[in-house]
């Protein structure tokens, strides 16, 4: 028989950890801000053309030594084709770019294709939609937990959600690491990691209030973490050795991305046993929660 582990005898000391966590990336947040990347902030964007396939990494180096500290290189397309993406609106740019990676080999030179010029407007479109996305995922959420499970369960995963949100962000903020649209995309992908973990131990709360029907609500849920460990356990190792390996093997193109995840993941496994299930408990979640209201027939009152 499974030991049952007492998860909720430690709740008021992990409370006081999630509290501070939550104040210092709010703090953070708020006073350095996040390090908006080109496709927020707006800039321009440089498309190459190489005779034969090019280096990103000589790429990049001979660039900051050019004084471009700021660009971003990427492959676009064929192992030919590059896309730089810098700040400012420069026409003659493209053509300074080129020049300056001629020094990395002249017998195979870089030619401009195109140049465009990304303003800040559309960057600022882009950050209110990625926003509103946000904000509607969690809202979106909320609605489906309340009418699969219970109101109270939907606070607690929400609570849960923004938790990891807020921390993935604060991070992100203290280190200044680039926020682009792949870092957003893995903040939204972030909260469907952390609300899958969650359902699967709220299902098994809601399961065992039928089973252990003497027990108390800090029993089910220390039994119902228990029995789901080892899933979240696998599942966490299983996904933080595959964002490991994007981490350290995707290039600077992911390094944004794969870190985001990387502390998503993590909080996201936390979160799931030290802040959804604590609201149960301060909600005083109990059986008569999840018995669905009697329908009551109307009295034919004609003689």
Wanted: glycine share 8%.
């Amino acid at each position: 028989m499974l030991r049952t582990i007492n998860f909720m005898g430690v709740r008021n000391v992990a409370f006081g950890v999630t509290l501070l966590l939550t104040v210092l990336a709010l703090f953070s947040w708020f006073y350095k801000g996040l390090n908006f990347g080109l496709d927020f902030t707006g800039g321009t964007l440089i498309e190459l053309t190489y005779e034969r396939p090019a280096n990103l990494g000589e790429v990049r180096e001979e660039l900051v030594r050019s004084g471009f500290h700021d660009a971003v290189v990427q492959s676009f397309g064929a192992t030919t084709d590059l896309l730089v993406r810098m700040p400012g609106d420069d026409p003659m740019l493209g053509n300074k770019v080129a020049e300056a990676l001629q020094k990395i080999s002249t017998d195979n030179p870089a030619t401009v294709k195109r140049v465009e010029f990304v303003g800040p407007q559309v960057g600022e479109e882009l950050r209110d939609q990625g926003g509103l996305g946000m904000l509607l995922a969690l809202g979106g959420i909320l609605v489906y937990l309340a009418f699969r499970f219970q109101w109270k369960f939907a606070v607690g995963a929400i609570l849960s959600l923004v938790h990891d949100v807020i921390v993935t962000m604060g991070i992100l903020s203290f280190f200044q690491i680039t926020f682009d649209l792949t870092v957003l995309a893995a903040v939204l992908a972030i909260i469907g990691y952390s609300l899958n973990d969650t359902i699967v131990v709220f299902d098994r709360v809601r399961e065992n209030f039928r089973v252990m029907r003497k027990a108390s609500l800090i029993e089910n849920i220390n039994v119902s973490t228990t029995q789901t460990l080892l899933r979240t356990v696998a599942t966490s190792v299983s996904t933080l050795l595959a964002i490991a390996a994007l981490l350290f093997f995707g290039g600077d193109n992911l390094w944004g991305f794969s870190l985001a995840l990387f502390i998503g993941v993590m909080a996201g496994t936390y979160s799931s046993i030290y802040i959804a299930n604590v609201v149960l408990i301060w909600l005083n979640l109990n059986s008569e929660d999840l018995i669905p209201p009697v329908k009551t027939e109307g009295v034919d009152e004609r003689p």
